[in-house]
């Protein structure tokens, strides 16, 4: 059986240079099944976002959630792709019906942008931004780390209906690799293709590529699909809009519904639970999800 849902650290021996491989498949099955996706190119944007993000956040030590955003005024609207540092993801898409672009720019359409934030649990966020130009995912984000200064760092992604799978080549902080070094071995990732990618496990796509690198593969991480949406923090989104604006719309539709935009959970609130919110400063304990 091949590897899935998973996600393998490697380093290359005395040069300065790690990596890791994600492959999502089940995980990428339950964040993609409350999207409305127009179109198998919508859905590939969304899979690459979801591998990426998984790979970019094992690339820190932090407790906290990173959120890569892609925001343009397009066909797509919005892309979004989360995940925290225990290894969940989920992502979400905003789009048209009909989406006529075939690269990411063109989808996103002009004055688009990337946004990649850094929730820390122990410290104030990070955000960085790069404009949209090029025609995929990976080359922004070899655009925005060229531009941020940042550790060299190369990502190869791919996804179709079934699995979505990334590549990730980056400097050790440290140890930084020699232009040779790191010209080497970029220059032999980038003969790797999506039929390896989608069905090679890592060890022998690593094989394939880096056959004549001692490469030390670490033992795997597992990846799932989690929302961390819940009765507590909707009701803290909406106490946040003030009793003015939560009883006018109680008086127009009797009850505030919620839906989760990334796994659809439905939440609803009557007057009694918006008097209780609003007494309790928005801090209510938990309470039963109502679907």
């Not at 969940?88 to 789009?95: A, P």
């Not at 505030?256 to 304990?285: H, K």
Request: glycine share 8%; with cysteine; proline share 3%.
């Amino acid at each position: 059986m091949k590897q899935q849902d998973c996600l393998l650290r490697f380093l290359f021996e005395n040069l300065g240079v790690r990596g890791e491989w994600v492959r999502l498949q089940q995980s990428w099955q339950q964040a993609k099944q409350h999207q409305c996706l127009a179109g198998p190119l919508v859905e590939s944007q969304l899979g690459q976002a979801l591998a990426a993000v998984t790979l970019l956040s094992a690339t820190i030590k932090y407790k906290g959630t990173m959120i890569l955003q892609v925001q343009g005024s397009g066909e797509v609207r919005a892309i979004v792709a989360q995940a925290t540092h225990d290894r969940t993801v989920r992502g979400l898409v905003r789009s048209a019906e009909t989406v006529q672009g075939t690269s990411l720019a063109g989808m996103m359409g002009e004055n688009a942008r990337l946004v990649l934030t850094i929730e820390s649990e122990q410290g104030e966020p990070y955000q960085g931004i790069v404009g949209v130009q090029e025609e995929s995912l990976a080359a922004v984000l070899r655009s925005y780390f060229t531009q941020s200064e940042q550790l060299r760092t190369r990502l190869w992604l791919f996804a179709d209906q079934h699995s979505a799978v990334g590549l990730l080549l980056q400097e050790l902080p440290d140890e930084k690799s020699t232009d040779e070094d790191w010209q080497r071995i970029e220059i032999l990732a980038d003969t790797v293709t999506a039929e390896e990618m989608f069905n090679l496990d890592c060890e022998p796509l690593l094989h394939r590529l880096f056959h004549q690198e001692q490469v030390r593969i670490y033992a795997p991480e597992p990846v799932m699909f989690r929302c961390g949406c819940s009765r507590v923090k909707i009701g803290s989104t909406l106490y946040a809009l003030g009793r003015p604006e939560l009883e006018a719309i109680l008086h127009d539709h009797g009850n505030i519904e919620v839906d989760c935009q990334f796994c659809g959970s439905q939440y609803r609130f009557d007057n009694i639970d918006i008097e209780n919110l609003l007494a309790n400063s928005g801090n209510d304990n938990e309470s039963p999800t109502r679907h």
